[in-house]
């Protein structure tokens, strides 16, 4: 049988007890089973809305570093970085897109 996990609701009855891994998908994502309902899912992942990554993102260009901006923002720091890195090549590719082609 697969592993228990606590926490983890399931998106059909709501129950948090009697989920266990279940498989994973052909795309690598872990499957999950709930014994209550035997309803086999995917857990949706928390995430950020878009609003929180560029107030971050805001905060870091201002002088603070990924750490201080994780803390004020409740997550590591390593993602704060990685949506630096995205909104900085978004902007690149905004200014190609922008400038005249020679």
């Avoid at 052909?26 to 709930?34: I, N, V």
Wanted: charged share 25%; glycine share 12%; net charge positive.
């Amino acid at each position: 049988m697969g592993t228990k996990l606590k926490g983890v609701g399931c998106n059909k009855c709501g129950a948090v007890h009697g989920q266990i891994k279940k498989g994973k998908t052909p795309s690598g994502s872990q499957r999950l089973f709930c014994k209550v309902c035997q309803n086999k899912y995917t857990p949706v992942k928390k995430g950020y809305d878009e609003e929180t990554r560029k107030l971050a993102v805001r905060a870091y260009m201002a002088g603070n570093s990924a750490r201080k901006v994780g803390k004020m923002f409740g997550m590591d720091g390593n993602t704060v970085t990685a949506w630096v890195i995205f909104f900085r090549g978004r902007r690149a590719i905004r200014q190609c897109r922008q400038s005249p082609a020679n």
